[in-house]
């Protein structure tokens, strides 16, 4: 890609961002404007800011590496992330709304009458945003290094210093504005080169069936291996060496590999023959961070499946940057229309990596051995293209991943920053904010080189996970369940939750690398989702004496729409 283009695209986005952050700046004056703009942002503006937050790093490169990586079965991503908005507007956005609370934490406090409720809540809502966060981090370092070649460092740093300057200064106001307009970059810098490519591949002679098995490399190919690998061959190999191959220094040496596993050294360099079908890679066998969840779908590829459906269904509802978002409605009905037309942007939004995999596995198979998959969206305009063309989409492209980048990491450091403000630090003026805003973006910028390796997607498929085993269980229960009580809501969200991020932890350190177990640790939902419920529902049903005071008025302001008279709200909390 050529940087003289991409880095001038890059440098607009960052400028426009905090320009428009600004103009965010001018109307935030009261601690509501920095929590809730408020609660005064309409249905459209809404959704296109919700819209622009949640499409990610995971939305943007991962779809597409996934899918050039793993084909097809990966298509589930972008159907689970738009189908969970279709579970929040059927069960939680109107009632969540309603509830008037400012983040999730003063939701379990509304509905539990409980500071220990508070205090959990708040704390799963820290976990799961710097495990949000960490991706952000680490796909603007790539898109970086990929332009320029600059340490990857550099563009996790870039995010973190624009997204903490526009959060701190202007809170849910600014943001607001910067996500609407980042959710119009992303989807132009998406579609526009994603036309040029079809075009380009329709003219091009080029098979037609991107999914055909095995992939091939359409022309000689170098392959520098940047990450120790093994490679599963099910047929053998001639290959051209300039490294070390299963212990064994080469020097431009041509091998023919048998048929088994071969361990390729880090800084291998391996050319390609034209038609060479490409290899399978593995990593994470050598003991260190697991840099794909690839493992866990050939050994349990129903189970795997399910796991993703269910995390991504039922995460969306709890992730905190998205929740926080209906707070700022004016009432339920407006939280209903946003939800609505939340579903129809980014619907559109995710027919468009799905292309980019599929043209992957064509024109840029090698990406899935030099563990750079993430980046196919980025390369492609130069490989399919070319020319000033070519480096003039890939700038486009190039500047909508970094509004991804800092459009999700704000909302992220705002709904974290909120819960440190109201929960850990000792005051809540904007000041105090301001100071939360710096807590939550320092600690996944500092743990971000720890998690390197793992691809954006699977790293925000396991941040649902364990929003999904957490937060899903008290929203619904707490929104459609009389009887919860604040030990069950506690007992839930530890078990489930904890069982979750446990499971998460394991498997980002690479432990168990195989076998069934890693499968179970690697998609958890399947198993802590239902535990989470069940806890909650045995817990509340074995302590029938601590189920809130005022539940049933609290429950009838939940349900019943804004617009009833103080009578006709007293009347229908006295049958309730």
Same mark, same amino acid.
């Given at each position: 890609?050529?940087?003289?283009?991409?880095?001038?695209?890059?440098?607009?986005?960052?400028?426009?961002?905090?320009?428009?952050?600004?103009?965010?700046?001018?109307?935030?004056?009261?601690?509501?404007?920095?929590?809730?703009?408020?609660?005064?942002?309409?249905?459209?503006?809404?959704?296109?800011?919700? $819209?622009?937050?949640?499409?990610?790093?995971?939305?943007?490169?991962?779809?597409?590496?996934?899918?050039?990586?793993?084909?097809?079965?990966?298509?589930?991503?972008?159907?689970?992330?738009?189908?969970?908005?279709?579970?929040?507007?059927?069960?939680?956005?109107?009632?969540?709304?309603?509830?008037?609370?400012?983040?999730?934490?003063?939701?379990?406090?509304?509905?539990?009458?409980?500071?220990?409720?508070?205090? %959990? +809540?708040?704390?799963?809502?820290?976990?799961?945003?710097?495990?949000?966060?960490?991706?952000?981090?680490?796909?603007?370092?790539?898109?970086?290094?990929? @332009?320029?070649? +600059?340490?990857?460092?550099?563009?996790? %740093?870039?995010?973190?210093?624009? !997204?903490?300057?526009? #959060?701190?200064?202007?809170?849910?106001?600014?943001?607001?504005?910067?996500?609407?307009?980042?959710?119009?970059?992303?989807?132009?810098?998406?579609? !526009?080169?994603?036309?040029?490519?079809?075009?380009?591949?329709?003219?091009?002679?080029?098979?037609?069936?991107?999914?055909?098995?095995?992939?091939?490399?359409?022309?000689?190919?170098?392959?520098?291996?940047?990450?120790? @690998?093994?490679?599963?061959?099910?047929?053998?190999?001639?290959?051209?060496?300039?490294?070390?191959?299963?212990?064994?220094?080469?020097?431009?040496?041509?091998?023919?590999?048998?048929?088994?596993?071969?361990?390729?050294?880090?800084?291998?360099?391996?050319?390609?023959? *034209?038609?060479?079908?490409?290899?399978?890679?593995?990593?994470?066998?050598?003991?260190?961070?697991?840099?794909?969840?690839?493992?866990?779908? *050939?050994?349990?590829?129903?189970?795997?499946?399910?796991?993703?459906?269910?995390?991504?269904?039922?995460?969306?509802?709890?992730?905190?940057?998205? !929740?926080?978002?209906?707070?700022?409605?004016?009432?339920?009905?407006?939280?209903?229309?946003?939800?609505?037309?939340?579903?129809?942007?980014?619907?559109?939004?995710?027919?468009?990596?799905?292309?980019?995999?599929?043209? &992957?596995?064509?024109?840029?198979?090698?990406?899935?051995?030099? &563990?750079?998959?993430?980046?196919?969206?980025?390369? @492609?305009?130069?490989? #399919?293209?070319?020319?000033?063309?070519?480096?003039?989409?890939?700038?486009?492209?190039?500047?909508?991943?970094?509004?991804?980048?800092?459009?999700?990491?704000?909302?992220?450091?705002?709904?974290?920053?909120?819960?440190?403000?109201?929960?850990?630090?000792?005051?809540?003026?904007?000041?105090?904010?301001?100071?939360?805003?710096?807590?939550?973006?320092?600690?996944?910028?500092?743990?971000?080189?720890?998690? &390197?390796?793992?691809?954006?997607?699977?790293?925000?498929?396991?941040?649902?996970?364990? $929003?999904?085993?957490?937060?899903?269980?008290?929203?619904?229960?707490?929104?459609?369940?009389?009887?919860?009580?604040?030990?069950?809501?506690?007992?839930?969200?530890? !078990?489930?939750?904890?069982?979750?991020?446990?499971?998460?932890?394991?498997?980002?350190?690479?432990?168990?690398?195989?076998?069934?177990?890693?499968?179970?640790?690697?998609?958890? +939902?399947?198993?802590?989702?239902?535990?989470?419920?069940?806890?909650?529902?045995?817990?509340?049903?074995?302590?029938?004496?601590?189920?809130?005071? &005022?539940?049933?008025?609290?429950?009838?302001?939940?349900?019943?729409? *804004?617009? %009833?008279?103080? *009578?006709?709200?007293? +009347?229908?909390?006295?049958?309730?």
């Amino acid at each position: 890609m050529n940087s003289a283009f991409a880095v001038p695209a890059v440098a607009l986005v960052v400028v426009a961002t905090v320009l428009v952050g600004a103009f965010g700046l001018r109307i935030s004056r009261t601690t509501s404007d920095f929590y809730v703009a408020s609660r005064t942002v309409g249905p459209r503006l809404n959704a296109a800011a919700i $819209s622009g937050e949640y499409l990610s790093a995971a939305s943007f490169l991962g779809i597409a590496g996934l899918v050039l990586v793993q084909g097809p079965d990966m298509l589930w991503y972008p159907v689970g992330y738009t189908a969970g908005y279709l579970v929040l507007l059927l069960f939680v956005a109107a009632p969540l709304r309603r509830s008037g609370a400012y983040t999730l934490p003063d939701f379990a406090e509304a509905r539990l009458g409980s500071q220990s409720s508070r205090r %959990l +809540a708040g704390a799963f809502v820290v976990g799961v945003g710097w495990l949000y966060l960490l991706p952000q981090l680490q796909g603007a370092g790539l898109t970086l290094t990929v @332009l320029t070649g +600059a340490p990857d460092s550099l563009g996790g %740093l870039i995010v973190a210093v624009v !997204v903490t300057a526009i #959060v701190a200064a202007g809170g849910m106001r600014s943001i607001t504005f910067v996500q609407a307009f980042q959710y119009w970059l992303k989807l132009t810098a998406l579609l !526009v080169p994603a036309l040029f490519l079809v075009l380009a591949w329709q003219g091009d002679g080029a098979p037609r069936d991107a999914f055909g098995e095995p992939a091939t490399f359409r022309d000689q190919r170098v392959v520098r291996v940047d990450d120790t @690998l093994d490679l599963r061959l099910d047929r053998p190999l001639t290959v051209t060496v300039d490294g070390r191959v299963d212990g064994r220094p080469h020097r431009d040496a041509v091998l023919r590999l048998p048929v088994g596993t071969h361990h390729i050294e880090r800084g291998t360099r391996l050319t390609f023959a *034209e038609g060479t079908a490409v290899p399978v890679a593995e990593r994470g066998s050598n003991g260190g961070m697991s840099t794909s969840l690839a493992a866990g779908r *050939e050994e349990r590829p129903l189970y795997a499946t399910y796991g993703l459906i269910l995390a991504t269904f039922l995460g969306t509802m709890g992730l905190p940057h998205v !929740v926080v978002r209906f707070y700022t409605s004016p009432h339920g009905v407006a939280a209903r229309r946003t939800t609505v037309a939340v579903l129809a942007l980014i619907g559109a939004f995710y027919l468009l990596p799905p292309v980019y995999g599929a043209l &992957g596995r064509l024109y840029a198979p090698e990406l899935a051995l030099s &563990g750079d998959a993430d980046a196919a969206v980025l390369l @492609l305009p130069d490989r #399919v293209i070319g020319g000033l063309g070519g480096d003039l989409l890939g700038a486009l492209v190039a500047g909508g991943a970094f509004a991804a980048f800092l459009s999700t990491a704000s909302g992220l450091t705002m709904a974290v920053a909120g819960v440190l403000t109201q929960d850990v630090l000792p005051a809540r003026g904007v000041r105090h904010f301001r100071l939360g805003t710096g807590l939550a973006m320092a600690v996944p910028l500092a743990a971000s080189p720890l998690v &390197g390796g793992l691809p954006v997607a699977d790293a925000v498929g396991l941040a649902f996970a364990v $929003s999904a085993s957490s937060f899903c269980p008290l929203l619904v229960l707490g929104i459609w369940w009389r009887r919860l009580t604040p030990p069950g809501a506690a007992a839930g969200m530890l !078990v489930g939750g904890g069982s979750a991020f446990a499971a998460v932890a394991a498997t980002m350190a690479g432990f168990p690398g195989t076998g069934g177990l890693h499968a179970l640790l690697a998609w958890p +939902a399947l198993w802590s989702v239902p535990l989470g419920f069940l806890t909650m529902i045995l817990v509340s049903l074995a302590t029938p004496g601590r189920v809130p005071a &005022g539940t049933a008025a609290i429950l009838a302001r939940f349900h019943l729409p *804004e617009e %009833l008279s103080t *009578e006709e709200l007293r +009347a229908a909390e006295a049958k309730a």
